[in-house]
C-alpha cells in the first residue's frame, strides 16, 4: 500500500504546477484525499481535500482560487492543479488518504506519501 506524490518543482511566482498522488496497492475509491504542505520551520497544514466520489471539495483560505483538486479514480491518482503560486507556497506537498471522508485532520490519515518539493521563485 503507498501514496506516491510528484509534480513538484522549481517554478516563478505567478506561474503553475500540477501534482499528481498515485495509489498503488490499493484503490482510491472509498478514501478521501488531502493534500498537506510544510514549509520549512513551520507546522504541517492541510491545503485541501476531495471526496471519495469527488462531489465535495475544501480548500484552505490561503489556497482558495487559485488550486484546484480532482481526481481520477480510473487512473487511482489526485491531482492538485496550483496556479498563481507564490514564493509563500514554497513548501514539502504531501499526500494522505483517508477512509471515506474528505478532511485534513491528520491524526485521522490513514496513509501518507512522501513529500513532494515546490519551490515558488520571486
Known amino acids: 500500500v503507498q501514496l506516491q506524490a510528484s509534480g513538484g518543482g522549481l517554478v516563478q511566482a505567478g506561474g503553475s504546477l500540477r501534482l499528481s498522488c498515485a495509489a498503488s496497492?490499493?484503490?482510491?475509491?472509498?478514501?478521501?484525499i488531502g493534500w498537506f504542505r510544510q514549509a520549512p520551520g513551520k507546522e504541517r497544514e492541510g491545503v485541501s481535500c476531495?471526496?471519495?466520489?469527488?462531489?465535495?471539495?475544501y480548500y484552505a483560505d490561503s489556497v482558495k482560487g487559485r488550486f484546484t483538486i480532482s481526481r481520477d479514480n480510473a487512473e487511482n491518482t489526485v491531482y492538485l492543479q496550483m496556479n498563481s503560486l507564490k514564493p509563500e507556497d514554497t513548501a514539502v506537498y504531501y499526500c494522505?488518504?483517508?477512509?471515506?471522508?474528505?478532511?485534513?485532520?491528520?491524526?485521522?490519515?490513514?496513509?501518507w506519501g512522501k513529500g513532494t518539493q515546490v519551490t515558488v521563485s520571486s
Open positions: 494522505a488518504a483517508d477512509y471515506l471522508t474528505c478532511q485534513v485532520a491528520e491524526a485521522r490519515m490513514d496513509y
Open positions: 496497492g490499493f484503490t482510491l475509491d472509498y478514501y478521501g
Open positions: 476531495i471526496s471519495k466520489s469527488g462531489g465535495s471539495t
